[in-house]
């Protein structure tokens, strides 16, 4: 290898070691937290490549009976950084019923947190009968939810031969709304003398009604071939089937105490401000409170519309709400997300309101509040206000040319009789003198007329460039890209009318952290780039104004009066 391509693998390592510098070395966990004596367990191990050889999992002989262990390489490039990882994957079965601790694991300088399995002793009962070929199990955990409270329903398939197809029916309830929770689990479990082949699945029930319930008993309809039978590869095999057990529910109604309009029945909930709101800040200047509800056990539909008011001396607009529901294959995780922007409109004090919302515990039974305090701000006086100057009223004082003036006080001061020639002469002097007047006030008023149509112009162009200023930052506030981009080269139109886009704009900035500021906003709007952060930059940049380079263009000025020789202009 020669120096460069050494320098080059040198910066491509370094530049995969930062981008992963927060992901930890070695991690380690299980498919499954609770097991059944019997059944299996996978434990996976990995890490980052170069920390260490393969642990060492004897020290689990102890509890459990290992089933064999599988390594693998994985390699992820992200944002052109690479990075190598090694997992292991060791089969665990448990020797005996109770809580067992899976011991740190030490790779390298790196180690694993312990881990907590619970088995459980085998189920007895008609389910699961030592002998047979096929059959289901099913649980349903509350028994006695509260309305609107999330079931966790789980159905194990249990089968010792190879099965060719098979169809296994879906819980289909009056008054309850099914919801198909993760991917399905398969791994191995002994019953009694026998092992069997697992296929676990979970659902979401949620109560739509109170009162007594009954979960269906759910069927299995399969074939299975038949080592008996020499032409089983070819044939579609045996018919099998199985039929679990009906569960009856308990549904609960609301609580008597509970009088608030919406019922929230969760395992837990949060109610989270995801935004830093400043101490100060200016008139015009937008504040945004972005806030994050999330319950677990509950859909976003069943989760309250978020709604702040609007407080005095501020306006508020509300973002469009984002909502998901997600699950982790055993509870449902309903979210809202809002974003409020307050855009202040006089000095003083604002007060941006906070949010309260009761909610029933399910894991407590017992009524709980969540609560967003409000938050004080100091509004200051809106900075780079352009102050309207009052047009100034020159009056235009026309004197008589003093050849005329001089040529009457002959006149006047000669004889008391004048003759018709000198009354004649006073005549056209003091008509010319009129039309001097006269021509004098036309250009007064065409001045004034003028001065204030340029004032008026001005006043438009201040308030124009105020709206789209504050629409811009609006728009970054509420993280709208398109729209910020439109009033930007709007507000700039009005300072510089020759700018038609953004790339115009930013060749003509002075300011260097404008331009990186632009740079990452077509990058976000034409190249797919992240947004984090973004707005914010945009909104810190053009905070105090646009910085630009050259000054702006002078309009040519018209005269007052059209030329006497135009062929000489």
Not at 21 to 43: C, F, H, K, M, S
Not at 54 to 82: C, E
Not at 440 to 445: C, E, N
Request: glycine content about 8%.
């Amino acid at each position: 290898m020669n120096i460069g391509t050494k320098i080059l693998a040198a910066l491509l390592l370094l530049a995969s070691t930062c981008a992963f510098a927060d992901a930890p070395a070695v991690r380690a966990w299980l498919d499954r937290d609770t097991i059944r004596v019997g059944e299996t367990v996978t434990l996976n191990v990995e890490a980052k490549a170069g920390v260490g050889a393969q642990p060492d999992f004897s020290v689990l002989k102890q509890d459990f009976n290992l089933l064999g262990t599988q390594a693998s390489q994985q390699l992820s490039i992200v944002n052109g950084a690479s990075e190598s990882k090694t997992l292991w994957a060791v089969g665990l079965e448990p020797k005996h019923e109770g809580p067992l601790t899976i011991p740190a694991f030490t790779v390298g300088s790196a180690t694993t947190s312990p881990l907590q399995l619970t088995v459980l002793a085998q189920p007895a009962g008609t389910q699961g009968r030592a002998g047979d070929d096929v059959f289901l199990e099913v649980d349903a955990q509350p028994d006695a939810p509260y309305v609107q409270q999330q079931v966790r329903y789980t159905v194990k398939l249990y089968y010792a031969f190879d099965l060719t197809d098979g169809n296994l029916a879906e819980p289909q309830v009056d008054g309850l709304a099914v919801q198909r929770l993760g991917q399905d689990k398969s791994y191995i479990a002994t019953v009694g003398a026998r092992r069997y082949h697992v296929i676990e699945r979970h659902y979401a029930l949620t109560p739509e009604r109170s009162g007594p319930i009954e979960i269906p008993s759910l069927t299995f309809r399969g074939s299975a071939l038949d080592v008996g039978d020499p032409t089983g590869f070819f044939s579609r095999g045996r018919a099998v089937g199985a039929r679990s057990d009906a569960v009856p529910l308990n549904v609960r109604p609301r609580p008597s105490e509970w009088t608030d309009a919406a019922w929230l029945p969760a395992q837990s909930l949060l109610l989270k401000d995801e935004s830093e709101l400043p101490v100060e800040v200016h008139v015009g200047d937008p504040v945004t409170r972005t806030i994050r509800l999330q319950a677990q056990g509950l859909g976003y539909e069943q989760l309250p519309e978020l709604a702040l008011g609007t407080p005095e001396g501020a306006e508020v607009y509300p973002d469009r709400t984002e909502t998901r529901t997600r699950d982790d294959g055993e509870w449902l995780y309903g979210e809202r997300i809002r974003k409020f922007a307050f855009v202040p409109n006089r000095p003083g004090t604002l007060t941006i309101p906070g949010l309260t919302l009761r909610w029933w515990n399910t894991a407590e039974n017992r009524a709980e509040t969540a609560e967003l305090p409000a938050h004080t701000i100091h509004v200051l006086p809106a900075t780079g206000a352009a102050v309207a100057s009052t047009p100034s009223t020159n009056t235009a004082t026309t004197a008589p040319d003093s050849e005329a003036a001089r040529s009457v006080s002959p006149v006047v001061a000669g004889s008391a009789r004048p003759t018709s020639i000198q009354r004649w002469r006073l005549l056209a002097i003091a008509g010319f003198t009129l039309w001097l007047a006269t021509l004098a006030l036309w250009w007064w008023m065409w001045r004034r007329r003028s001065s204030s149509r340029r004032e008026d112009e001005r006043a438009v162009a201040t308030v124009d460039v105020s709206a789209q200023r504050a629409a811009f930052l609006r728009a970054c506030s509420l993280g709208e890209f398109a729209g910020a981009e439109r009033a930007l080269v709007a507000w700039a139109r009005h300072e510089r009318t020759d700018v038609r886009n953004v790339g115009e704009l930013s060749a003509r900035l002075a300011d260097e952290a404008q331009r990186d500021a632009l740079a990452d906003l077509q990058r976000v709007r034409y190249a797919g780039a992240s947004a984090d952060g973004v707005a914010t930059r945009l909104q810190a940049a053009f905070k105090n104004g646009i910085e630009w380079r050259d000054a702006p263009m002078r309009r040519a000025v018209e005269p007052a009066l059209p030329s006497l020789y135009p062929e000489h202009s």
